[in-house]
């Protein structure tokens, strides 16, 4: 009956994991600095570039053909 108690998980234990964790996540966070931060901005910058490119495109299309834009 020994061996069932210690491998009984509490609701602490589960809290406690999750806590510990995200603090091992946030430490490694602050070792990259703005790196991430400034990799996402570049590449949410470049779809934003190629979206705007792919509008003009079939605006351009849309008008040649004489369909809707």
Avoid at 52 to 67: C, D, H, M, P, V
């Amino acid at each position: 009956m020994k061996l069932l108690a210690t491998l009984m998980i509490t609701w602490t234990d589960i809290f406690y994991a999750i806590g510990n964790f995200f603090e091992w996540i946030f430490k490694g966070m602050r070792v990259l600095g703005q790196g991430p931060n400034v990799l996402i901005s570049i590449f949410i910058i470049g779809l934003l570039g190629y979206w705007i490119y792919r509008l003009n495109k079939y605006s351009k299309e849309a008008k040649r053909n004489g369909t809707v834009e």
